[in-house]
């Protein structure tokens, strides 16, 4: 299983970035998915993803400007990240729960003040 991300870079506050997720060499749908973060001397946390029970959780931190989706037949997750704030600067790590957890290989999102 290969989880490819893309879409990171770096974007001034208040900008806008999208990142996309695309899972490969899994047959059938994956049910849950979503975005992890993990700034410098952080932890990783949770930001967006799709629960098992269809639900969709977000952190407290990005509600209201992050948005996920997802393409069910290509097993792509989408993160829309808006009004950008220097305090969401991380790693960002795509997962996938298919009986075993996996993670991407992390994209760089940096937000200027």
């Known amino acids: 299983v290969q989880l490819v991300e893309s879409g990171g870079g770096l974007v001034q506050a208040g900008g806008s970035l999208t990142l996309s997720c695309a899972a490969s060499?899994?047959?059938?749908?994956?049910?849950?998915m979503g975005w992890y973060r993990q700034a410098a001397g952080k932890q990783r946390e949770l930001v967006a993803r799709?629960?098992?029970?269809?639900?969709?959780d977000y952190a407290d931190s990005v509600k209201g400007r992050f948005f996920i989706s997802r393409e069910n037949t290509k097993n792509t997750v989408f993160l829309q990240m808006n009004s950008l704030k220097p305090d969401d600067t991380a790693v960002y790590y795509c997962?996938?729960?298919?009986?075993?957890?996996?993670w991407g290989q992390g994209t760089q999102v940096t937000v200027s003040a």
């Open positions: 997962n996938a729960n298919f009986i075993v957890p996996y």
């Open positions: 799709f629960g098992s029970s269809g639900n969709i």
């Open positions: 060499g899994i047959r059938g749908r994956i049910t849950v």
